[in-house]
């Protein structure tokens, strides 16, 4: 089975070409390809699918082989990936996730590496909740960006215990099915700093729709501006929200890391 690894910021991972038919057992597959010690290693899998309300359809897959509902970078990497396979000239495709279609604008770049813009949907901002996790109180405001978020401020993330927060904010009684946690230092109006845990994998270098959710919650809560550079442990992401139209756009890297061949058996 032909896959293909790529990242955008750090945040890898595997994709598969299932235009015409895909293997069997999909989150079996994305736990054993995610596996950093007997797999390729990925925070998850993506699949390209045939879309009737988009260009093309992307299912993806967390490396505990839960299904998302949708991936910032990982949509980022898609769109290149589609011009690198020769499925499409156009620099603007539209991609059917289950967060809604999505709009994705290929920029400037090289055959590795390419500058791709999405159109992230309206985030959803709803008011703070006061929790008791990781034997302390948090302060977390939900936004969704089609997938569940928490965002929680701290004025200083140095030394923090994501392994120990993290499950135990994602797995909240209050998130019945479970959510992502962003943990956001507002360095200035126009720049934050991130971590962040995701469902199903854990932490991981970048998450787009995480940096789109930190800022929705900033902008909300008066202590950003619309447009503002996030920092991640992977580096930078440029996200702008549009008051007029509630649309937030992402924009960063993707990056083609190699190809390979990977052993999967399609009967049980």
């Known amino acids: ?11 890898d991972y595997i994709f598969l070409n299932c235009l015409e ?21 990925a925070d998850g899998l993506i699949c390209l699918f045939p879309s009737k309300r988009g260009d093309f359809a992307m299912r993806m897959f967390n490396a505990d082989g839960s299904e998302g509902e949708m991936c910032g970078n ?17 620099t603007r495709l539209v991609i059917e996730t ?36 990781a034997g302390r109180r948090w302060r977390l ?24 927060i993290g499950p135990a904010l994602e797995k909240h009684p ?6 992502n946690v962003e943990f956001v230092q507002v360095s200035a109006r126009n720049r934050l700093r991130m971590r962040v845990w995701e469902r199903g994998s854990g932490e991981t270098l970048a998450c787009g ?21 996030v920092e991640l442990p992977g580096g930078l992401l440029e996200v702008r929200w549009d008051r007029q139209s509630g649309h937030m756009d992402l924009t960063g890297p993707a990056v083609t890391v190699y190809e390979g061949e990977y052993p999967w058996k399609t009967d049980e």
């Open 1 to 11: 089975m032909r896959f293909i690894k790529m990242q955008g910021l750090g945040n």
């Open 21 to 41: 038919g895909g293997p069997e057992r999909l989150p079996e597959l994305a736990e054993a390809l995610s596996d950093r010690h007997f797999g390729p290693g």
């Open 74 to 90: 990982g949509i980022r990497c898609l769109g290149k990936l589609i011009r690198d396979w020769g499925l499409s000239d156009r």
């Open 98 to 133: 289950r967060a809604g279609l999505r709009l994705v604008e290929l920029l400037d770049g090289t055959d590795r590496e390419r500058t791709v813009r999405v159109d992230m949907g309206v985030p959803e901002v709803e008011r703070p909740l006061e929790l008791e996790a």
């Open 141 to 164: 405001t939900p936004v969704s960006m089609g997938n569940p978020h928490g965002v929680v401020f701290l004025e200083n993330m140095d030394g923090l215990d994501l392994e120990m």
């Open 174 to 179: 209050a998130f019945p099915g479970g959510i």
């Open 209 to 229: 729709t995480g940096a789109c959710a930190a800022l929705a919650a900033a902008v909300s809560a008066g202590r950003a501006e619309p447009a503002a550079q």
